[in-house]
């Protein structure tokens, strides 16, 4: 039994690479390649189970709308996603009949994990600090995903009633020991070749631990789309981020 | 409110350790630390509410046997438990007013949560091996840790129905891709000044995950030893392994 | 005054990373772009003062020969080259107004580098290995540039007297300990995602230095292309490897 | 044959590990070691070749004037050495039959060659950046040797033409693009359990390539001084700094 699954934004560099994972998945069947122009009826009249949507801020939530209706699961990496947009999509989803939704602001694998385990490990350390690397035309620094990291980070501590870490720097250069993100110092590196590469560096007396998730390529995204088709049927309602798929 | 702590195997390296790692915690108190030829009594009268016993496999038993009758906790990182041996301790466990026991082989918290999460990633990854580093006078090749990490991510995969790992090693210099435990690539690198060190690595389109664990210094079970004081209180009857007192 | 450059097999995959990388550079000027239906004659008539070969083993000999005796310079990565053939690109060299020629295996500067570094430090070390990782569609294990790389550790430390390294490996799973490649061992890792990375990793009492090369993307040969373009007019003659061209 | 070698300072913790190194080195022989109170004549009286002085800055300048005079060679790892110092003992080795000076900040060989890599690699990379680890009990930030790496990169691509580095940053936390040093980005952990780490990261198109040097011990100066011990016979007036001796 395969799942059949519809792509809206098909024509698009993401919406195509998720194309050929569907396509090259065999518990997969694409049934439907959805363009700006082209009319969502085509999911219906196709049978889609599941349509992934990477589109645009406005767009989506006419999309959404109708194939919730539908009765579709919906898998959504598009952005924009406000608290209002949140709580609407909710409401369409607890109607009889109505179809799933996981909405992911990163859909890859590793940088999920990566802040899952961040979270996990904080209580046990007395030391956390983040740095992550990208190419040096990115506009931001640190990047999102580090700035989210740290803040879960410091979140388990402080849950944990860890103070603040051990210190002694007494004299410095400006910038040396990074950017504090609610306490956790946070480092961005910028690297000409590489991609999007975060670590996080925990340390306890004689020991520390590293985790490191490394982004070579667009396409990153593709096994989180995948894990969201194959799992959506069990999620009733509204999902957001791709932590409770993980089961973690 | 402080936790009375008796050290046993006090003299050896390791118990000194512990020692000069309870001295410096203010929420617990070290009360008896006895030797070889010292009188078991001695943490009784002194009131020792968790007894931390790294000692042999001689005398680990009738310590055990003791000080559960007692009603003293034990933290336990002697070595030699056999399946039979955890079964008694169990027992005696079981007795009313008995105390808690933990029994841990590995108490570097950051190698057993190099574990913990190894097995939590292993079912969204197409690959996972596992490198350990350690110095050239190690006699065994690849490290326990390194086989039960490989072990627990070959477990993990197999519950979420993962086949076989790609590899398309067509021509190969014998040994190249490394010793394999149950299916798991292991392999071993024996580096003059490394101490214990352990890498896994996952990957999955477009993507790595990398969970590295480095023991700089034999006193890294330290911290863990301390968790174990901390919480046992919490945990009746026998536990085996710290991952459970992580909550993880 | 800029270089004006001449592009064989401009059609192919690697072909066409070259010319985007000769457009925009601003002191490079590309002159003429020759797939395998083109003549050679167009690189002269476009006034080509050095010219990248990245073609087939059946045609760069013949390429060589016009270019050379027209005066202008080749950067060769265009494989299959014997010593018969080197010798006799070597001879076409030394006729009076010849062009140079590089031709090198591997235009990867950081992987150039780290081969010329390992050589460089393998002297001062006890212990030496090489972790090389690649994706599982890979055919060799280990790949030929780790080979190498052992092989110019290897002579490195004959070369400087050292003996065989220290390993007290007494039990061992086979394969555990990798590749021994000239007496180093060799651990080829296969990881989905990952592209082409080597790691050297030196040990000495209390300390060790690890070289790590990553190649995210298979352009990564281009500034070593571009290098020996800039550099060529000062290597007269034959020049295999772009080592010299470093000055290490 | 072996080299006869004394010790100043041999009951310091640096002195101890020092005579440990000798002890166990076949081509060495210690022939005297030397406390604050003994007298500088049982280093002739013992045939002392090579005298290593890890002393204080208070005593270094007597212990050199008389070892120089008596022809006997010196490999100084003590502090403090101002270029006035230097000049005056580089005048004592200009003497007829005066012996040799290696006087180094850092003996740490894998820190001496990440240096000269970092060096020897910067011409050939748009970017690099330094990121350096320590305890965080440290009280500097960044490290005397990250700055001294950082300088020493500045210094190549200076040297080499290269303007400043890409950095397309336009909207950043304070400090999370580290500290700049001569327009090198170095950034400071600080990690409970660590030692003394260093990373350099290089990166151009579609590659990075990254020297990493890790410190576990403070025996990790021991190999470097056992170096400038068997090869000071070649070197003959001052040399400041390993790297000579290193032949890089």
């Known amino acids: 039994m395969t799942i059949k699954v519809g792509v809206l934004g098909a024509k698009g560099r993401v919406g ?35 349509v992934v949507d990477f589109t645009q801020p406005d767009s989506v939530m006419g999309n959404l709308e109708y194939c919730i209706a539908q009765g579709m699961h919906c898998v959504v990496g598009t952005t924009g996603f406000t608290d209002e947009r949140l709580k609407q999509v909710e409401e369409w989803t607890q109607q ?10 990163n859909f890859a694998i590793s940088a999920v994990l990566t802040m899952v385990f961040a979270r996990q490990a904080a209580p046990y350390f007395e030391t956390a600090e983040v740095v992550e690397f990208h190419h040096p035309t990115k506009l931001d620094a640190p990047s999102g995903t580090a700035i989210h990291t740290a803040q879960g980070i410091a979140e388990s501590r402080a849950k944990a009633g860890l103070g603040a870490m051990p ?65 959506i049927e069990k999620f009733p309602g509204l999902t957001y981020g791709l932590e409770e798929y993980l089961g973690l």
Request: proline residues 3%.
């Open 96 to 105: 009889e009949g109505a179809g799933h939704v996981l909405i992911a602001p």
């Open 16 to 50: 195509q690479a998720v194309v050929e994972g569907v396509e090259v998945s065999d518990d997969l069947e694409l049934v439907a390649t959805i363009g700006r122009d082209d009319s969502l009826e085509l999911l219906s009249l196709n049978g889609a189970e599941v």
């Open 167 to 231: 210190d002694a720097t007494a004299q410095s250069l400006e910038g040396a020991r990074g950017a504090l993100v609610d306490g956790i110092p946070v480092h961005a590196v910028r690297t000409r070749g590489m991609v999007a590469h975060e670590e996080v560096i925990f340390g306890a007396e004689g020991q520390s631990l590293t985790i490191r998730q490394d982004s070579y390529d667009r396409n990153s995204f593709t096994p989180g789309v995948l894990l969201g088709i194959r799992e």
